[in-house]
């Protein structure tokens, strides 16, 4: 009964919507992030193949651009922001990406662990 | 009438931190839906991350065949790379071509993404063709084996968006913008949007640090 006598005060916003912005605003966005996408892209490209920088920083800088694009892309192109109206997107993905570490983490650091403890193959055939 | 608000304050804001919201009720099905596909592609890109893992551990595993830097051709991944950005921006100007139902920009736009989508899936077949005819098949080695299943499962992705792509032209053409092709219409673009930032992972962990390695 007095659920809907009371306007809504709250508004949420659907996984990949924006606000309600005019059609310019929202082609400079999605311009925004292509341009940041593609210079991270190239950013990643040339890091890759260079000598100009200590090679075993390579990998670790390989994946920090990856990471930084994934957020451009998430922001620009899918719209997931911090503010009120997204927290249930927001919270969705933490646990995705929670989900996602756990998986990849927890794989690569088991499967070195049992790596790192097998003994050596002649050793293995040895007992055989 | 008072009773009753202060009990749903009550249940509303068990910790009294001021921010009531008053029972708002269902969202709308617009909200409801693209959340929903939103958990979905979520839960996709966990899967993605079982093959991710994978390969990060059978990488290395050769078995006397190529390595990942003597069968990869940096160049061709660069095109594909950006074939799907530019097919993202694509598919971000046909998501405000619906919303404003503007069917020129539309359709230009929609068939802009399908083009772009098409040059990467035949960009990635040729790459896979080439390897199967040089002999590094799947059946290769561990490591070609974690390759193909995790770059031909995004690529099978592409190859269902591109379908779901072509099915909401003909929607659009037959039924027009209602309310229930937009909504379709914001799962596409997310479901698009979504598969580039898998390629991100893809081509920053598979090409460029297995080239590297």
Same mark, same amino acid.
């Given at each position: 009964?007095?659920?809907?006598?009371?306007?809504?005060?709250?508004?949420?916003?659907?996984?990949?919507?924006?606000?309600?912005?005019?059609?310019?605003?929202?082609?400079?966005?999605?311009?925004?992030?292509?341009?940041?996408?593609?210079?991270?892209?190239?950013?990643?490209?040339?890091?890759?193949?260079?000598?100009?920088?200590?090679?075993?920083?390579?990998?670790?800088?390989?994946?920090?651009?990856?990471?930084?694009?994934?957020?451009?892309?998430?922001?620009?192109?899918?719209?997931?922001?911090?503010?009120?109206?997204?927290?249930?997107?927001?919270?969705?993905?933490?646990?995705?990406?929670?989900?996602?570490?756990?998986?990849?983490?927890?794989?690569?650091?088991?499967?070195?662990?049992?790596?790192?403890?097998?003994?050596?193959?002649?050793?293995?055939?040895?007992?055989? | 009438?008072?009773?009753?608000?202060?009990?749903?304050?009550?249940?509303?804001?068990?910790?009294?931190?001021? +921010?009531?919201?008053?029972?708002? #009720?269902? @969202?709308?099905?617009?909200?409801?839906?693209?959340?929903? %596909? *939103?958990?979905? !592609?979520?839960?996709?890109?966990?899967?993605?991350?079982?093959?991710?893992?994978?390969?990060?551990?059978?990488?290395?595993?050769?078995?006397?065949?190529?390595?990942?830097?003597?069968?990869?051709?940096?160049?061709?991944?660069?095109?594909?790379?950006?074939?799907?950005? +530019?097919?993202?921006?694509?598919? #971000?100007? @046909?998501?405000?071509?619906?919303?404003?139902?503007?069917? %020129? *920009?539309?359709? !230009?736009?929609?068939?802009?993404?399908?083009?772009?989508?098409?040059?990467?899936?035949?960009?990635?077949?040729?790459?896979?063709?080439?390897?199967?005819?040089?002999?590094?098949?799947?059946?290769?080695?561990?490591?070609?084996?974690?390759?193909?299943?995790?770059?031909?499962?995004?690529?099978?992705?592409?190859?269902?968006?591109?379908?779901?792509?072509?099915?909401?032209?003909?929607?659009?053409?037959?039924?027009?913008?209602?309310?229930?092709?937009?909504?379709?219409?914001?799962?596409?673009?997310?479901?698009?949007?979504?598969?580039?930032?898998?390629?991100?992972?893809?081509?920053?962990?598979?090409?460029?640090?297995?080239?590297?390695?």
């Amino acid at each position: 009964m007095s659920d809907q006598a009371h306007a809504r005060t709250d508004h949420d916003l659907a996984p990949g919507e924006e606000e309600q912005h005019s059609v310019g605003t929202r082609i400079l966005g999605y311009v925004v992030g292509l341009v940041l996408a593609l210079l991270l892209t190239a950013t990643s490209f040339f890091i890759a193949g260079t000598d100009l920088v200590w090679q075993p920083s390579i990998p670790v800088a390989l994946i920090v651009l990856a990471i930084a694009q994934m957020g451009v892309h998430l922001v620009f192109f899918l719209h997931i922001t911090t503010g009120p109206d997204n927290t249930n997107n927001v919270l969705a993905l933490a646990f995705g990406v929670l989900v996602v570490f756990l998986v990849i983490g927890g794989t690569v650091w088991i499967m070195a662990n049992l790596n790192a403890n097998m003994p050596p193959m002649d050793q293995i055939m040895r007992m055989q | 009438m008072a009773m009753t608000a202060t009990v749903g304050h009550s249940h509303a804001d068990p910790h009294h931190v001021g +921010l009531v919201i008053e029972h708002p #009720g269902p @969202a709308p099905k617009r909200i409801v839906t693209a959340y929903g %596909f *939103w958990i979905f !592609l979520l839960s996709d890109i966990v899967m993605f991350s079982c093959f991710f893992a994978a390969y990060a551990v059978l990488s290395g595993q050769t078995a006397g065949g190529p390595k990942g830097s003597e069968i990869f051709e940096p160049r061709y991944v660069a095109i594909e790379t950006v074939c799907l950005l +530019l097919s993202s921006f694509t598919c #971000g100007m @046909a998501s405000i071509a619906a919303d404003v139902r503007n069917r %020129f *920009w539309f359709y !230009l736009s929609m068939t802009a993404t399908c083009m772009l989508g098409l040059i990467f899936l035949v960009l990635e077949f040729r790459e896979f063709a080439d390897l199967i005819a040089r002999g590094y098949g799947p059946s290769r080695s561990a490591f070609l084996t974690a390759f193909f299943s995790l770059v031909g499962c995004h690529g099978l992705h592409v190859s269902a968006g591109v379908l779901w792509l072509l099915t909401m032209m003909a929607q659009v053409f037959a039924k027009g913008f209602r309310a229930d092709i937009l909504r379709r219409m914001l799962c596409f673009a997310l479901f698009w949007h979504a598969l580039d930032i898998i390629w991100v992972a893809v081509f920053s962990v598979v090409y460029l640090l297995g080239s590297g390695v």
